[in-house]
């Protein structure tokens, strides 16, 4: 709860992350009750599966181009956000990333492989050596995950049955409905799989 950011837009249940911050009551108690019952009926509110992606322009080409905008998932954020953050830690904590996935490792950033990259390129230089160097473009690589191969991969790193039953729960059947503003001239459509 401490990692929330107060002040933040509130999600679709009207459940702004401050709530969760009060000094009024003890949320910890009670997430903690629900978040159990959650795990031991494995089935977990409708809210949870319900999202509104909303487009975000990135800044970089034409504003009316959908391929221009990156969607954003709002969750009922709150309470999801806190119970994906439990799952997260404790995976992290059994599955170990290699440095060279620089934007998922804590401490390391895609920034750091731009860097190294250019140290590569500057040491064959000097040394009037040849270099070869491939990029992948990965471009919303992430957004087309299939569940069954996160599945997979969490019982390849043998992550326990129970956190891969957390990361079904979470997305099981999830759904969402997607908004769009004026700068976009047709509606774009965003598919979730599970």
Same mark, same amino acid.
């Given at each position: 709860?401490?990692?929330m950011?107060?002040?933040k837009t +509130?999600?679709?249940d009207? +459940?702004?992350?401050?709530?969760?911050?009060s000094q009024?009551?003890?949320?910890?108690e009670?997430?903690?009750?629900?978040f159990?019952q959650?795990v031991?009926?494995?089935?977990v509110?409708e809210s949870?599966q319900?999202?509104?992606t909303?487009?975000t322009?990135r800044?970089k080409?034409?504003?009316?181009?959908?391929?221009c905008?990156?969607?954003?998932?709002?969750?009922?954020? +709150?309470?999801?956000?806190?119970?994906e953050?439990?799952?997260?830690s404790?995976?992290?904590?059994?599955?170990e990333?290699?440095?060279?996935?620089?934007?998922f490792?804590s401490?390391?950033?895609?920034?750091?492989?731009i860097?190294?990259?250019c140290?590569l390129?500057?040491?064959h230089?000097e040394?009037r050596r040849?270099?070869h160097?491939?990029?992948?473009?990965?471009?919303?690589?992430l957004?087309?995950?299939?569940?069954?191969?996160?599945w997979?991969?969490l019982?390849?790193?043998?992550?326990?049955?129970?956190?891969t039953?957390?990361?079904?729960?979470?997305?099981t +059947?999830?759904k969402?409905?997607s908004?769009?503003?004026?700068?976009?001239?047709y509606?774009h459509?965003?598919?979730?799989s599970s």
């Amino acid at each position: 709860m401490k990692m929330m950011k107060s002040g933040k837009t +509130s999600s679709p249940d009207d +459940s702004a992350a401050d709530l969760w911050k009060s000094q009024c009551w003890n949320p910890a108690e009670w997430l903690t009750d629900f978040f159990n019952q959650v795990v031991t009926e494995k089935k977990v509110p409708e809210s949870w599966q319900q999202s509104t992606t909303i487009p975000t322009w990135r800044k970089k080409g034409c504003p009316g181009n959908c391929a221009c905008y990156r969607p954003n998932r709002l969750l009922s954020h +709150s309470i999801l956000k806190i119970f994906e953050r439990i799952a997260d830690s404790r995976i992290r904590d059994i599955v170990e990333l290699t440095t060279n996935q620089c934007g998922f490792v804590s401490g390391c950033s895609a920034i750091d492989a731009i860097h190294a990259s250019c140290f590569l390129l500057e040491k064959h230089r000097e040394k009037r050596r040849p270099v070869h160097l491939a990029f992948l473009d990965l471009e919303n690589a992430l957004e087309r995950v299939p569940c069954d191969v996160i599945w997979y991969a969490l019982q390849q790193h043998s992550v326990p049955e129970e956190l891969t039953e957390w990361v079904c729960i979470i997305y099981t +059947s999830p759904k969402s409905r997607s908004e769009y503003t004026r700068a976009l001239r047709y509606p774009h459509y965003f598919l979730m799989s599970s």
